[in-house]
């Protein structure tokens, strides 16, 4: 049986990083001073030598003025109807980074999966809605200035403009967050 959604290639996000930064009219030393990187890493990255982390991303992101989710959205911009995301397809990033787009392209959707450890050290601030939902282990969730535990099998829904930050609990914690796409409108 043919599967019309797989794919060879892993995603350009490389390419994605450096089309941003062109958009910007930023140089690789202004981004770097930006996200905190060295030139020569974010150069590695930008011509497929090197493989971000999730941070790696999100300051790089940061620096661009998106965010990582749409810097991987764009790196496998291919619009499908229907697509089948494998366990094993590559993402883009660096293999330890625990997390994977299920969600490939741009879409109204973004849906990633986080696995092992996540450290509560970053903010998150979406302008559209989110759900988190804990497929194994346990999270610890701060929104609104309170406090939530979530086990394996809790959902919890953030509506757009609320400040979030969030970690895994236990080993093992698999987390996949869901989120409106904040670059199209709804209907």
């Given at each position: 049986m043919?599967?019309?959604?797989?794919?060879?290639?892993?995603?350009?996000?490389?390419?994605?990083?450096?089309?941003?930064?062109?958009?910007?009219?930023?140089?690789?030393?202004a981004?770097?001073?930006r996200?905190?990187?060295?030139?020569?890493?974010?150069?590695?990255?930008?011509?497929?030598?090197?493989r971000?982390?999730?941070?790696?991303?999100?300051?790089?992101?940061?620096?661009?003025?998106t965010?990582?989710?749409?810097?991987?959205?764009?790196?496998d911009?291919t619009e499908?109807?229907?697509?089948?995301?494998?366990?094993?397809?590559?993402?883009?990033?660096?293999?330890?980074?625990?997390?994977?787009p299920?969600?490939?392209?741009?879409?109204?959707?973004?849906?990633?999966?986080?696995t092992?450890?996540?450290?509560?050290?970053r903010?998150?601030?979406?302008?559209?809605d989110?759900?988190?939902?804990?497929?194994?282990?346990?999270?610890?969730?701060?929104?609104?200035?309170?406090?939530?535990?979530?086990?394996?099998?809790?959902?919890?829904?953030?509506?757009?403009?609320?400040?979030?930050?969030?970690?895994?609990?236990?080993p093992?914690?698999?987390?996949l967050v869901?989120?409106?796409?904040?670059?199209?409108?709804?209907?």
């Amino acid at each position: 049986m043919n599967d019309a959604g797989d794919k060879g290639a892993g995603p350009r996000l490389g390419g994605a990083v450096r089309r941003r930064r062109r958009a910007l009219d930023l140089t690789l030393a202004a981004v770097a001073e930006r996200s905190g990187l060295s030139v020569p890493f974010l150069s590695q990255i930008e011509n497929e030598r090197a493989r971000p982390s999730m941070r790696s991303l999100q300051r790089i992101a940061d620096a661009l003025n998106t965010t990582a989710v749409e810097l991987l959205a764009a790196a496998d911009a291919t619009e499908r109807a229907v697509d089948v995301v494998r366990a094993g397809d590559d993402a883009g990033l660096s293999p330890d980074a625990g997390v994977r787009p299920l969600v490939r392209g741009r879409h109204q959707m973004h849906a990633l999966e986080f696995t092992g450890e996540r450290a509560a050290d970053r903010e998150f601030l979406h302008h559209n809605d989110e759900l988190m939902y804990v497929a194994d282990g346990g999270a610890e969730v701060e929104a609104e200035g309170r406090g939530y535990t979530l086990s394996k099998g809790d959902t919890l829904y953030l509506t757009g403009g609320v400040r979030h930050r969030w970690r895994a609990t236990l080993p093992g914690t698999r987390v996949l967050v869901v989120a409106v796409s904040d670059h199209i409108g709804g209907s």
